[in-house]
T-cell receptor, first 116, second 110 residues
Framework: EAGVVQSPRYKIIEKKQPVAFWCNPI?????LYWYRQNLGQGPELLIR????????DSQLPKDRFSAERLKGVDSTLKIQPAELGDSAVYLC??????????????FGSGTRLTVV | GQQVMQIPQYQHVQEGEDFTTYCNSS?????IQWYKQRPGGHPVFLIQ?????EVKKQKRLTFQFGEAKKNSSLHITATQTTDVGTYFC??????????FGTGTRLKVLA
């Protein structure tokens, strides 16, 4: 099993430029999450999908961030335009919810974004 | 809103010493999970606790959920250099939205 696959692994962009991150979750995991992790802090949820539906995007800065999960499988997270404060590691995670019980997240390796 | 605090923020121990990190919530929790993140790595799921007062063990790691379901602890017996990393708790009050704690960074001195 490949696990959660993310790309790119690293990205350096100038401020005001757009950037996109891609995630392929574990096969069969119906729930997908995008988290942002700043240095020395815990992951913070940006958006949660159940299948192709975004069920919680309350913490996604919608003026510049967007996400999609077409066909309920892989997902992309976009920032346009990027700001210096967006520098962080963007983590994708997936999990399964079975019979009302949630099982632990499996995280991808993350994309380390540096905005200069 | 729900907040999850972890203490201590940092812990340096000599190899062979024990280590404990605590997770505290301002609200009653439905369940709590623990993750380990190695330096430069991503969080890896360790365990989930659901029941009040629950205690689970994984080799040298002991996880406990408080009776009031507002706190939890992770205890490592006789630390090894492979235990180095940041330990996070992640808690939910009943939805599938987990709030991650601030983490405890463990350094083990050989």
């Amino acid at each position: 099993e490949a696990g959660v696959v993310q790309s790119p692994r690293y990205k350096i962009i100038e401020k005001k430029q757009p950037v996109a991150f891609w995630c392929n979750p574990i096969s069969g995991h119906n729930t997908l999450y995008w988290y942002r992790q700043n240095l020395g802090q815990g992951p913070e949820l940006l958006i949660r999908y159940e299948n192709e539906e975004a069920v919680d995007d309350s913490q996604l800065p919608k003026d510049r961030f967007s996400a999609e999960r077409l066909k309920g499988v892989d997902s992309t997270l976009k920032i346009q335009p990027a700001e210096l404060g967006d520098s962080a590691v963007y983590l994708c995670a997936s999990s399964s919810i079975w019979l009302g019980s949630h099982y632990g997240y499996t995280f991808g390796s993350g994309t380390r974004l540096t905005v200069v | 809103g729900q907040q999850v605090m972890q203490i201590p923020q940092y812990q340096h121990v000599q190899e062979g010493e024990d280590f404990t990190t605590y997770c505290n919530s301002s609200t009653t929790l439905s369940n709590i999970q623990w993750y380990k993140q190695r330096p430069g790595g991503h969080p890896v799921f360790l365990i989930q606790l659901v029941k009040s007062g629950e205690v689970k063990k994984q080799k040298r790691l002991t996880f406990q959920f408080g009776e009031a379901k507002k706190n939890s602890s992770l205890h490592i017996t006789a630390t090894q250099t492979t235990d180095v990393g940041t330990y996070f708790c992640a808690a939910t009050s009943g939805t599938y939205k987990y709030i991650f704690g601030t983490g405890t960074r463990l350094k083990v001195l050989a």
